[in-house]
Each structure stands twice: as C-alpha cells, then as structure tokens.
C-alpha cells in the first residue's frame, strides 16, 4: 500500500491541513508514504509536474489537504490540480501509467459548520473526472482556527472526538481504497462559544500588532 | 463602479470587455501573490491585504463598486487559478467577526453595502454537473460577500460571452 501525502496549506508552520494529514497517517500507520506540498503560486504549475505525475500513479491512494478559501479551493490549489491533470493526461498517452489511485480529500475551513466545505470537495469530485482517477471521500472538517489550539489533546479525546472519529473512519475507506459518503464535522465545543473565542482572538491578535479593536472596523473608503 | 476581475489577456480585454470611467479591471500581470493564510488583512492592515504586488486593495475596490462583474475560466466547477486568487486576496472587504446567516456562520460586514455580482464563465465542454456547481459557487460567494446575483453565464468560447456593456449606460 503505497499513500501520497498532499497538503496545499499556504503555511509551513500552524497549518492545520499538516495536523489532520498527520492524524490520518498515525491512523493508517502501515505502508509506504510519499508526502508532497502545493507551491503557493498559479505560475508554472507545470514546473517538475510530471516527475510528480508519474510518482503519483505509482500510488494507491492520494490525500489531499487544503483550507477552503472563498467558498472553494485555493487558486494555487487550481493550479496544482490542473498541472496534474495535464500531466497525467501525457503519461497515459505515453502508457506510462502504473496505478489509478484513488483520491481522498480533507478540507478545513474557518467557519463552524464543516458543511461550508462541501463545494470545496464537489470540485475535487470533478477534478478527478477530468484526470481519470477515482473518487473515495471527503472530509470537511469546521471551526479549523481552533483545531491547532488542540494539537495537544490526545486524537479522540475531548473537543477532538469528532474529527478524531471522522479521520479514522477516512484511514478505514483509505487503507481498503474504499469509497464512502462525504463526513461533516466541527470540534467539540458549542458554536457560540467558538464565535466568542475566535472574535476575542482576533481583539487580541489586533492589539498585539500594536493597534486597537477599533482598528479591526477600519472602513479604507473613509 | 464597475469591478471587473477577470483572466483574458490585455488584447482580448480590450475587444470583449467594458472598458471607461466607470469600469475598473482586475487583470493577470503575471504578479500575483497567493493568499499565505496569514489574516494581516483583518489585523495588522485591516482592510488591505499585507503583499504588495498590485492586488493588495481588493476589498476597497470592492467596496467602491456597486457591481462585481466576474470573467474566468470555468475550472472544476470554479474559476480560473488567477481569477480564484483574486478573490482569495479579496477577504479584506469583510470583517473578521462571525454573524448567523441562514443558520451558517458567515463573516461581518466591513461596508454598509450591497454589491450585485454577474459572472460569465467559458469554457469547452462543460457539463451541466459543472455548471450546476459554478452555480452554486457564485451563490455562496454572494452570501459571504452580500451581494446580489444578477447573472452567472456560460459559453463554449470566449467570444460567445455576452459580458453586458448594457443596462446602466456606462461605456
């Protein structure tokens, strides 16, 4: 069993998409990994692209991680996947291709509801029509800005059970190259308290720049 | 204002898109930054964005427009990498604070104001799954952005796009 890694946070440190790309593989523990990270730029996406095409046709399954911005993937996500469409596309002519792994996506988002990612994985959905591998499943986990702040809570315990739960279930559909319904989940705690949480985060983020919280209602047209 | 934030070369902005006073547009010099994820646009400068390369002011552009006029690619039942990055700039023309909409949480307003949005994808070969999807991308950026869907077009090529030089009587 053969897993590439995949993570298309813009962040090399605090990024969430590593954390929950981490658990999975804590999760499926046995086998062999590639890991891989999205530049983040849309230019030359199809730089070094199909030494990485064809690594990845050597796979059985391929995880993607990524943060939902504006409603959808990231633009230098877009650019990756279209690269590789591109790529896989050639090898296939050139009957370079091994393996027809299977995709798996893990989509985090800032708001509560992890719902708010669904459109995020309906486009990995046709992405994977375009470039002629297989659909397994999503996961859109929400309430992302406090999923670092619980890095060190045991997986399952806590606020973390039900991400915890929903990335085992994808380690389980990933391991047997399985395919299962999209799962939506938020961390433990309840929704006002995260909006609570998350404003006084930004107060004091803000303050902490070295302005005021009246500062965050600056209007630029003014 | 119109705000046109688009991914047709210069040549071809010229020929199919409104041009004048009141149209601006958001074109690909080949400069732009993607979004690192960092929020110095709600924190450290709020209301613009931190990288400078041209595209740090999206969201007082937006806030100036009074329609939001989208051109791009359709790519997997979204827009176009360039296009996509733009609005992923963009954030800065909403405030960090959560709201209750519709029973999902969505950002605060940063400008007391609707925006309306007309989007025009092209593309070959589009299925009605991708479209179907596009849809409901635009309707989604307009719940976050608080605007008003007037139009989400498609066309096989670019030239079949009617992008509306029309109505208002700009250009």
């Known amino acids: ?126 992405w994977c029509e375009k470039a002629k591998i297989d659909w397994g499943q999503g996961v859109g986990v929400g309430a992302g800005g406090m999923v670092y702040g619980l890095r060190n809570i045991p997986a399952g315990q806590g606020p973390k059970k039900a991400i915890s739960g929903a990335l ?55 | 204002m119109k705000l046109i934030i688009h991914d047709l070369t210069q040549e071809q902005a010229q020929k199919w898109l409104p041009s004048g006073k009141e149209v601006k547009k958001i074109t690909d010099r080949g400069v732009i930054q993607s979004c690192i994820g960092c929020f110095g646009c709600w924190v450290k400068t709020p209301g613009a964005c931190i990288l400078k390369d041209h595209y740090e002011d999206m969201g007082e552009k937006m806030a100036r427009a009074d329609e939001l006029i989208i051109v791009s690619e359709c790519v997997y039942g979204g827009y176009s990498p360039f296009v996509k990055t733009v609005m992923d700039r963009s954030i800065s023309y909403l405030h960090p604070y959560f709201v209750i909409k519709n029973g999902e949480m969505h950002h605060r307003r940063r400008y007391k104001k609707d925006l309306t949005m007309r989007v025009y994808f092209y593309g070959e070969g589009l299925g009605e799954a991708e479209k179907q999807l596009a849809r409901s991308v635009v309707e989604a950026n307009a719940l976050n952005y608080y605007a008003d869907v007037k139009a989400v077009e498609f066309a096989e090529r670019l030239e079949d796009l009617e992008v509306s030089k029309d109505e208002n009587g700009t250009d």
């Open chain 1, 168 to 222: 085992r279930d994808l380690s389980e559909q990933v391991g047997t190259l399985g395919m299962a319904q999209d799962q939506f989940v938020s961390p433990g705690i309840p929704r006002i308290l995260y909006k609570l949480a998350g404003e006084m985060g930004w107060r004091n983020q803000v303050k902490a720049n070295g302005l005021t919280r009246r500062d965050l209602f600056t209007k630029r047209t003014d």
């Open chain 1, 1 to 126: 069993m053969k897993t590439a890694l995949i993570n298309g946070s813009p962040k090399r440190e605090k990024s969430v998409s590593a954390l929950l790309l981490k658990e999975l593989r804590d999760d499926l523990s046995e086998g062999e990994f590639l890991t891989y990270q999205i530049p983040l730029t849309i230019y030359n996406a199809d730089e070094g692209i199909s030494e990485i095409a064809e690594d990845l046709l050597t796979c059985d399954a391929l995880v993607f991680a990524f943060p939902l911005y504006a409603d959808g993937l990231p633009g230098h996500v877009t650019a990756y996947l279209r690269a590789l469409e591109a790529a896989f596309a050639m090898l296939r002519n050139k009957q370079k291709q091994e393996k027809t792994p299977r995709v798996y996506g893990i989509v985090n988002c800032g708001f509560y509801e992890g719902k708010q990612t669904h459109l995020a994985l309906d486009m990995m959905k046709l």
